[in-house]
């Protein structure tokens, strides 16, 4: 049952009036969808950062409720497919760029963004991954599909610290394969290690410019959440017939690099966008993170858990990069 009202984090802005904070809502104020959650977890991500800011550029209308990710309980449903009662979670499409998101107490959404919670898996969990973790599994699913296996060699993250590459050393050695990491934070090689990552390589090392179109090779596979030079890097070194997954722009759009790695050690550079991924692919990718894929200790991942009024402080940090692995939110009363 719905209460009258609910909290929830709203950002507003009103000519150059831009405010941020807990509000009461009711469920008439939330947009249009068939399925009406109680959401119990939300997270925080890079966007989520942004859209509480006022040039962030992701809010498209205000007053607006931020939170790209949520996991929870229906209420109500209109769609045969979701029914009082099922967990359930929902990331990606709109939510939290242009339809109100997971920094609510209660969420309405359309039935086709929802996942049904896999079999084992908590609304906790879920969101101990979120978008960070799905889209480090979309890359090492399609990595893998492109005949990454834990033989053909070590296996590169960069960005490791942030909640991509986080979720991405931890899926690799849950795997088994060998995995070096790059971060710019000295402070968080014991944490890299602790999740399963067997060499630290400096930011610097990654990124650093280079005359040579191609270099030794080293890695069978990348996972990049970072872009820019640093993954021109990666295209360099990685060895003949490998490949490398493609999720972020922290260090650039740009991409300074030849042809050379394509056609002289046919290397795959793969795009992972975890969006519009279709639903098919993405209940498979969720069914694995709860299966195969599961990292060895979530909680390892778990960097805070907090409530909606610490919300300002923890989206000012991820924007600073101050933040590492993943901060959950706790929406239940």
């Known amino acids: 049952m719905t209460p009258s009202t609910f909290r929830a984090f709203v950002v507003d802005k009103q000519c150059d009036n831009f405010t941020a904070g807990v509000r009461e809502l009711r469920a008439a104020d939330l947009p249009a969808g068939e399925v009406l959650i109680r959401v119990a977890y939300s997270d925080v991500n890079y966007k989520d950062g942004l859209a509480c800011i ?27 497919r979701c029914k009082p009662g099922d967990g359930v979670l929902a990331t990606s499409y709109g939510l939290g760029v ?3 998101g997971g920094f609510s107490q209660f969420a309405r ?14 609304a906790r969990a879920a969101m101990a991954l979120g978008t960070a973790g799905f889209t480090a599994a979309l890359a090492l699913h399609q990595l893998e599909a492109h005949r990454l296996t834990t033989d053909a060699g070590p296996v590169l ?7 991509v590459g986080s979720v991405a050393v931890a899926l690799l050695a849950r795997r088994g394969y060998t995995v070096a990491a790059s971060t710019g934070k000295d402070e968080a090689h014991d944490y890299l290690r602790s999740l399963g990552a067997g060499e630290i390589l400096s930011r610097e090392a990654t990124s650093a410019a280079s005359a040579k179109p191609l270099e030794k090779e080293r890695w069978a596979g990348t996972i990049d959440a970072v872009g820019g030079a640093t993954l021109a890097y990666a295209l360099r070194t990685t060895r003949y017939g490998g490949s490398v997954a493609a999720c972020g722009v922290t260090g650039g759009g740009a991409l300074p690099t ?4 394509f056609i ?3 290397v795959n550079l793969l795009g992972i966008d975890s969006v519009q991924c279709p639903m098919p692919l993405r209940a498979a990718i969720w069914q694995r993170l709860a299966t195969d894929f599961t990292p060895a200790d979530l909680n390892a991942l778990v960097m805070r858990e907090v409530g909606l009024t610490a919300l300002p402080e923890v989206t000012a940090a991820i924007l600073q990069g101050a933040l590492r692995g993943r901060v959950l939110v706790a929406l239940e009363a």
Do not use: C, K
């Not at 006022?54 to 045969?80: H, K, M, W």
């Not at 959404?109 to 908590?122: E, I, N, R, Y």
């Not at 993250?157 to 909640?163: E, I, K, L, N």
């Open 54 to 80: 006022p040039n962030g550029q992701i809010v498209r209308s205000y007053p607006f409720v931020p939170g790209i990710d949520l996991a929870g309980t229906v209420v109500e449903s209109t769609d045969a």
């Open 98 to 100: 242009s339809h109100f």
């Open 109 to 122: 959404v359309p039935a086709a963004w929802v996942v049904p919670l896999p079999a084992g898996m908590t």
């Open 157 to 163: 993250v960069t960005g490791a610290t942030g909640g």
């Open 258 to 261: 030849t042809v050379y790695p």
């Open 264 to 266: 002289l050690r046919a």
